[in-house]
Nanobody
């Protein structure tokens, strides 16, 4: 199984940015997917995710600004980030849930077994 993120770049506060994640080697449509991020000097944290039934979940810090979506035909997940803030600066990771058909998005990294290498987002004020 391979997971690959893309789309990270430098941005100004207030701008929008979309990250993409492509998964190969797994029945993508059956697994919940999630975005995590790790800011400099901080622990990795849950950002948002989507179940196989398109139920989404977000962290408090991004709810209302970020949107997670998936396209099963393309084995892809997306993170639309609006109104970016300097505190959104981090390495963003995409991850696939270990268990298929889970009907909720888990916020704990331990339940995700396949991860990408990350894509860097840097937001300046």
């Amino acid at each position: 199984v391979q997971v690959a993120e893309s789309g990270g770049r430098s941005a100004q506060a207030g701008e929008s940015l979309t990250l993409s994640c492509v998964v190969s080697g797994r029945a993508f449509s059956l697994h919940a997917m999630a975005w995590f991020r790790r800011a400099p000097g901080k622990e990795r944290e849950f950002v948002g995710g989507v179940t196989w039934k398109n139920i989404t979940r977000y962290s408090d810090s991004v709810r209302g600004r970020f949107t997670v979506s998936r396209d099963n035909a393309k084995s892809s997940m997306y993170l639309q980030m609006n109104d970016l803030k300097p505190e959104d600066t981090a390495l963003y990771f995409c991850a696939s849930d270990t268990r298929p058909w889970r009907d909720f998005v888990n916020i704990f990294a331990s339940v995700y077994d396949y991860w990408g290498q990350g894509t860097q987002v840097t937001v300046s004020s």
